[in-house]
């Protein structure tokens, strides 16, 4: 069973950093696909980042690609998103997603588990 429990988000002003992290407190990852998306009010889930947790490949939208970095923690069985130079538009709702399996979608409805979500909030 994977049981995800997101954590790190915040109301920043716009260019501050934050750094979320995804705990899965079921079974250790192994041959697993994680991903961060998120969901402004009004708006559907959006990918944002995803890892393969076998080798660490890294897939990140556009819109976030060379401000966020996704990382692991195997020892801690920990999935992280650091967030820089954060904009307003990066306010959201920000969930942890996995599934099995070592395909990597960008889609929601491709993963199986979910967290909670975390709420990031940035002020201009």
């Known amino acids: 069973q994977v049981i995800l429990v997101e954590s790190g988000g915040g109301l920043v002003e716009a260019g501050a950093s934050l750094r979320l992290s995804c705990t899965n407190s079921?079974?250790?990852?192994?041959?697993?696909?994680v991903g961060w998306f998120r969901r402004a009010p009004g708006k559907e889930p959006e990918f944002v980042s995803a890892?393969?947790?076998?080798?660490?490949?890294?897939w990140y939208a556009e819109s976030v690609k060379g401000r966020f970095t996704i990382s692991r923690d195997s020892a801690k069985n920990t999935l992280y998103l650091q967030m820089n130079s954060l904009k307003p538009e990066d306010t959201a709702v920000y969930y942890c997603?996995?599934?099995?399996?070592?395909?990597?979608?960008?889609?929601?409805?491709?993963?199986?588990?979910w967290g909670q979500g975390t709420q990031v909030t940035v002020s201009s």
């Open positions: 890892l393969r947790w076998p080798d660490g490949s890294t």
């Open positions: 997603a996995a599934r099995s399996g070592l395909v990597v979608p960008t889609t929601a409805p491709s993963y199986n588990y």
């Open positions: 079921g079974r250790t990852f192994s041959n697993d696909a």
